[in-house]
């Protein structure tokens, strides 16, 4: 009877008494022929009880891995599916509290955030979903349509791709050091033509844009790298003017207040590329933590957008530092002034370091305002200075926003790769700021 019961109910001792019949002590033994199949959840003066289901073809225990900058794995967590729908999740040593959610307690209505998160995304993700959908007609070709039981198949068979440090499965542990794509930037117009064909998944690295992973020689690093339409068309010639300006927000971004993505432009064939150095690999085999902010959001607070906002909130909950909002904030405004329309939840990461989270270097900083509409159709060069949200900045914080503003304007002018339209737009653009001053 108890064990029917927990099939459709988290309860509590008195829960289950009430529902059995039984005695205190009955019910504890009852709970004791159940063994591993059930779980404790402390929460509150009264703890609770949960029966475990088998998941995604493994059981219902699956390990959680971290792996260090290393390669080493370590344990950190058991996954524990639930009969009534949900996860319950096992924290082991050395595993941060951040893992439990924002309940504190391990309970998870829905997936936990730092597996959906591992999840294929973006423009990568969906050459991997069409790819898989092509072996198992179960899996969706949009990976935005998978449910909790393909994302969970998925990444117990594909850990090595996913963003961060973590890895779900014992099959994560097992497995010897994986045999990894090198390449040289001479290799790089040949990735992106496989990458445009159909078929020809590289990583779950989100983003809209074209783009391709590898391990560069050249570099000793894990790259992402985003590439230009061939040929030299209106589309083109503007895809390479927002690459050229990513690569200039981060050089600038580096050298005043905050950190960006560490990028270099590389003319092959027909195409411009832009490589970043990977923040979450480290060698051959070392890892770092990795979640979008849009998934910390999800758990913990709970907006949906504004970096700002979703910043201040976790820093409000002493889940991050005062200095991490104060970098979001300065970000935030730069890419306002850089016409980037582009900076939802997903284009910035944190870290977990202890039982707190850390701003990683921003990425996708460009000014993604000028790109070609999906359609592709390119519209004339055009921009209005925004008016700023209030963030609590002082004058000469606002002045140092401006100053670097102003050095990546004619870091990009200086770039004989712009179109002409792009310069011309940009000489008329700072002429007009020499008259006025943007704050």
């Known amino acids: 009877m108890i064990k029917e019961y927990l099939t459709n109910h988290i309860a509590t001792n008195k829960q289950l008494q009430i529902a059995s019949g039984l ?31 088998n998941a995604f073809g493994v059981g219902d225990s699956i390990n959680l891995w971290e792996v260090d900058e290393h390669g ?16 319950f999740v096992e924290k082991r040593t050395g595993g941060s509290n951040l893992l439990l959610g924002e309940s504190k307690n391990g309970l998870y209505d829905d997936m936990p955030y730092f597996l959906r ?18 072996r198992d007609p179960a899996f969706p070709t949009n990976p935005d349509l998978w449910s909790n039981h393909h994302i969970g198949q998925y990444l117990l068979s594909n ?54 992973t590898t391990f560069c020689t050249e570099s000793q690093a894990d790259v992402i ?36 993505s560490q990028t270099r432009l590389i003319e092959q064939g027909e195409r411009l590329y832009l490589e970043s150095i990977r923040f979450d690999r ?30 201040t909130n976790l820093k409000d909950n002493n889940l991050l530092s005062e200095q ?16 980037n329309t582009d900076m939802h939840l997903g284009n910035m990461s944190l870290s977990i370091h202890g039982d707190v989270f850390s701003l990683l270097p921003i990425y996708d900083m460009c000014s993604m305002g000028f790109a070609p509409k999906k359609n592709g159709e390119v519209q004339p060069f055009s921009y209005v200075k925004p008016d700023l949200p209030e963030v609590g900045f002082t004058q000469r914080q606002l002045k140092s926003v401006e100053t670097l503003v102003d050095q990546y304007w004619h870091l990009i002018l200086k770039d004989e790769r712009i179109s002409d339209e792009f310069r011309s737009f940009l000489m008329l653009l700072l002429s007009a700021d020499t008259q006025e001053s943007i704050f």
Request: charged share 25%.
């Open 225 to 260: 790298v985003k590439f230009s339409p061939k040929g030299d068309d209106a589309n083109a010639k503007r895809w390479r003017d927002v690459l050229i300006s990513e690569h200039y927000a981060n050089e600038v971004l580096n050298k005043g207040a905050t950190t960006a």
């Open 23 to 53: 005695s205190d002590r009955q019910v504890l033994r009852e709970m004791k022929k159940l063994g591993n199949s059930v779980v404790k959840i402390t929460s509150g003066k009264s703890p609770r009880y949960a029966l475990v289901v």
């Open 324 to 339: 991490d909002v104060l970098n979001g904030k300065y970000l935030w405004l730069f890419g306002k002034l850089i016409n």
């Open 159 to 212: 850990n090595d791709d996913a963003l961060g440090n973590l890895k779900f499965g014992e099959s994560a542990n097992l497995r010897l050091n994986h045999s990894f794509r090198c390449s040289t930037i001479k290799d790089y117009p040949k990735l992106a033509e496989q990458v445009m064909s159909e078929g020809a998944p590289m990583s779950s690295a989100g983003g809209e844009q074209p783009k391709f």
């Open 72 to 87: 080493k794995h370590s344990c950190i967590a058991v996954i524990r599916p639930l009969m009534v729908g949900g996860y």
């Open 282 to 311: 480290v060698g051959e085999d070392g890892r770092c933590s990795m979640l979008s902010l849009k998934s910390v959001d999800a758990e913990f607070v709970g907006l949906g957008e504004n970096w700002v906002n979703c910043l």
């Open 117 to 134: 998160d591992m999840a294929p995304q973006g423009f990568l993700g969906r050459k991997i979903a069409q790819e898989i959908a092509t």
